[in-house]
């Protein structure tokens, strides 16, 4: 691999969402800010939104491993796409509580209760993260939203931070659980990262990843893969990742604009939209030439005595 080629000690541009590579451009700092004040007031519901690849899972982790593990209990569930007693017993791992083999949902929601109150009277706050939240079942959340009704004069007994992508939004707009949404009192929108972010945010994971050498991607370079990438992280790390190996495989030092190309051609998500936009210009170019040629064509001369009416002799 291309590490030792450019002086790294680490692969910089993996698309697995290791904390160590956090980058806290606007709308991920400002997220992070949000849920770090919103669970400590005792909210009952919280929402982060973002588009695939934006990195959600990265900043969820980025969260959880902020907060004070002697305050918080945390419980981190990757796929919620479960039925409500799935969820229930998957919480139930997650807090490590036990329960008998055969327990239904009335005596697993018992066992939950008292472990959120006990765990009130001890002073920590149960927390609950749920990712790709908007995979959830409608009657799933639901049975999330009663869950959640257990609470003090002061605050909740348990905390929830949904991350979904968009699509979230329409599901909660469902009338079935308006009272669901009506608990959210926190909601945070992640953006894609901007030209100068992108340029900040191949800098910042080489930095991380060990590189002290010169400029590895020039501005234009990086202006291409902001172009391919619509500034989407995991889009970022993909082509950056490829560019690398293009230009190892030339035993090049610096990233140029032909290994973007071999890296874009090489995407699926990104070679789309570059085919696209190569056909338009190929159809515009067609479209330029055909209409010049119209324009330069000397008009024929009338055939003499032919009326280009009547089409007969004058």
Avoid: W
Wanted: charged share 20%; net charge positive; with cysteine.
């Amino acid at each position: 691999m291309y590490g030792t080629h450019f002086g790294l000690q680490e692969l910089p541009f993996t698309i697995t969402p290791d904390t160590s590579f956090f980058f806290a451009h606007s709308s991920h700092q400002e997220a992070l800010n949000t849920l770090l004040v919103a669970v400590r007031s005792g909210e009952g519901f919280i929402k982060v939104i973002g588009e695939v690849g934006t990195g959600k899972t990265l900043l969820c982790r980025k969260f959880l491993a902020a907060l004070d593990h002697q305050e918080f209990v945390t419980a981190y569930i990757p796929n919620p796409y479960l039925q409500p007693m799935t969820l229930l017993l998957a919480c139930a791992d997650e807090l490590g509580i036990e329960y008998p083999q055969h327990v239904n949902q009335h005596q697993l929601l018992k066992l939950l209760s008292r472990y959120l109150i006990d765990s009130y009277a001890e002073g920590k706050r149960v927390l609950l993260c749920l990712d790709e939240a908007q995979a959830m079942p409608i009657e799933t959340l639901e049975s999330l939203r009663l869950l959640s009704n257990l609470e003090t004069e002061r605050r909740k007994l348990m905390q929830v931070v949904l991350f979904g992508q968009p699509e979230l939004n329409i599901r909660l707009d469902n009338p079935s659980i308006r009272q669901l949404k009506q608990r959210i009192t926190f909601s945070c929108q992640l953006s894609p990262l901007s030209f100068s972010e992108v340029e900040f945010y191949i800098s910042h994971r080489l930095a991380v990843a060990g590189y002290r050498g010169p400029r590895l991607f020039p501005h234009k370079t990086v202006k291409q893969i902001y172009r391919a990438s619509q500034g989407i992280p995991r889009l970022v790390n993909i082509l950056a990742h490829k560019a690398l190996m293009a230009a190892f495989g030339e035993g090049a030092r610096v990233v140029l604009e032909k290994h973007v190309r071999i890296a874009v051609t090489d995407t699926e998500s990104t070679s789309h939209t570059h085919t696209v936009g190569s056909r338009i210009l190929k159809y515009l170019s067609a479209l330029v030439s055909t209409v010049t040629i119209f324009v330069l064509l000397p008009l024929a001369p009338l055939t003499s005595g032919v009326s280009m009416i009547t089409g007969g002799a004058v």
